[in-house]
């Protein structure tokens, strides 16, 4: 049976407490402000909402560096991260939101001092925001190997040039910098072509092209932006652990992204289970509640089963990431890549059907954590690739 930590358990009913005391209230609000103000920048009551959770020390809580973050392990990250999930606002509140999380993490084991100062300093002080450009629009990008973008040294400086797109978190006014995978030299083993490289968005030949929607949603402030690279140039120094290290560090990136991913997954299927059994009591069609409906007592009985068997999936490959690494672990972690977005997606699914026209429209949160979660099995790798892993791991064994 999994025991949480002292810590962990300690920081579960401090966030518990903040989330129904500061962010469940202030969801409205943030949407009003939103409406009223820069389409493409925070808020005044993130920012409001930031100092609070600064002050309660439930900042950073993702990292395991004790230097950095919390000093947390996976599995005690695990249900403060599904904690956070449940609303959209709240991860980023604590600091804790994709994609500055596995850029923080890149920047903390492969950046240099100078990178550290410069970039994550002011990231783990929530001063600014970060994007991570991987994906390209004229290849399939599930295979990383057929990223084009080029990063070719000259000199004492590299050039850029590719198109990226379905990079989060680009339009916002916040994000100062990005963190770009091309090739930088296609002779070299597969494998081995690619690399990573430090671009602030600022410099001369970033061009943010368009915001990509989402199911007709632009996700604002936050977005995701289709990029061109043109002629870019940056310093040599910006260049991430070496030429050809980009396939390592992805990995040491995606691991603790994709399950963070999922643990936010499992909070959102759980805030829709609790709105499905509401609307269920509540709601009467006729001549009775909606609650003594055989059909939807069987949607509510197999949406709590579906969340446990993904909490429980997701807890192993937390554990297993803490105790025998990620690459031991890359089954488990491919298992609830696919498991957790899915389930997330049936769920809301069916809260969805109880609300009926309610459920697709914006007074509730569910259509728009719909069109959320479906990316979730194109995000860091769709369904079909990671089940690949998991075949080619199942057939492989003696």
């Given at each position: 049976m999994f025991e949480f930590s002292d810590r962990s358990k300690e920081l579960q009913d401090k966030l518990l407490a903040f989330m129904d005391e500061h962010i469940y209230p202030n969801e409205a609000e943030f949407k009003k402000q939103h409406a009223e103000g820069d389409h493409w920048s925070s808020p005044p009551i993130l920012d409001e909402l930031k100092a609070k959770a600064k002050a309660?020390?439930?900042?950073?809580?993702?990292?395991?560096?004790?230097?950095?973050?919390?000093?947390?392990?996976?599995?005690?990250?695990?249900?403060?991260?599904?904690?956070?999930?449940?609303?959209?606002?709240?991860?980023?509140?604590?600091?804790?939101s994709a994609p500055d999380t596995g850029n923080m993490e890149v920047l903390a084991r492969y950046g240099t001092d100078e990178h550290k100062k410069q970039w994550l300093e002011p990231l783990l002080e929530g001063k600014i925001r970060s994007c991570f450009s991987m994906t390209e629009p004229a290849v399939a990008?599930?295979?990383?190997?057929?990223?084009?973008?080029?990063?070719r040294r000259e000199g004492d400086e590299y050039v850029i040039?590719?198109?990226?797109?379905?990079?989060?978190?680009?339009?916002?006014?916040?994000?100062?910098?990005?963190?770009?995978?091309?090739?930088?030299?296609p002779s070299a083993p597969k494998h081995k072509q690619q690399s990573m490289i430090l671009v602030p968005l600022d410099t001369p030949g970033v061009?943010?092209?368009?915001?990509?929607?989402?199911?007709?949603?632009?996700?604002?402030?936050?977005?995701?932006?289709?990029?061109?690279?043109?002629?870019?140039?940056?310093?040599?120094?910006?260049?991430?652990?070496?030429?050809?290290?980009?396939?390592?560090?992805?990995?040491?990136?995606?691991g603790p992204g994709r399950i963070h991913h999922c643990m936010r997954s499992i909070g959102v299927?759980?805030?829709?289970?609790?709105?499905?059994?509401?609307?269920?009591?509540?709601?009467?069609?006729?001549?009775?509640?909606?609650?003594?409906?055989?059909?939807?007592?069987?949607?509510?009985?197999?949406?709590?089963?579906?969340?446990?068997?993904a909490r429980l999936l997701t807890l192993n490959a937390a554990h297993m990431m803490d105790t025998v690494g990620n690459k031991v672990a890359r089954r488990e972690i491919?298992?609830?890549?696919?498991?957790?977005?899915?389930?997330?997606?049936?769920?809301?699914?069916?809260?969805?059907?109880?609300?009926?026209?309610?459920?697709?429209?914006?007074?509730?949160?569910?259509?728009?954590?719909?069109?959320?979660?479906?990316?979730?099995?194109?995000?860091?790798?769709?369904?079909?690739?990671?089940?690949?892993?998991?075949?080619?791991?199942?057939?492989?064994?003696?």
């Open positions: 309660e020390g439930l900042w950073n809580l993702f990292l395991p560096e004790s230097d950095y973050g919390a000093g947390l392990t996976n599995f005690e990250y695990a249900p403060l991260c599904e904690i956070m999930g449940r609303s959209p606002m709240a991860p980023e509140v604590f600091n804790c990008s599930s295979d990383a190997t057929n990223i084009e973008t080029e990063i040039n590719g198109r990226k797109w379905w990079s989060s978190g680009a339009l916002d006014k916040h994000c100062k910098i990005a963190i770009v995978m091309g090739k930088n030299d061009k943010i092209e368009r915001a990509l929607h989402v199911f007709g949603y632009d996700h604002a402030p936050h977005g995701h932006a289709e990029v061109h690279y043109d002629n870019v140039r940056v310093p040599a120094s910006n260049m991430l652990l070496g030429e050809g290290r980009g396939f390592e560090i992805a990995q040491g990136r995606l299927a759980e805030r829709a289970l609790e709105a499905m059994v509401a609307r269920a009591k509540s709601r009467n069609a006729f001549g009775q509640r909606l609650a003594d409906m055989g059909g939807l007592r069987q949607e509510i009985a197999r949406s709590r089963m579906e969340i446990e068997q491919a298992m609830i890549k696919v498991v957790a977005p899915n389930m997330a997606c049936n769920v809301v699914d069916r809260a969805i059907q109880a609300f009926g026209a309610m459920g697709v429209c914006q007074d509730t949160f569910l259509a728009s954590a719909y069109a959320n979660l479906r990316t979730l099995r194109l995000a860091d790798g769709p369904d079909e690739v990671h089940m690949e892993s998991i075949a080619k791991l199942e057939i492989g064994k003696d």
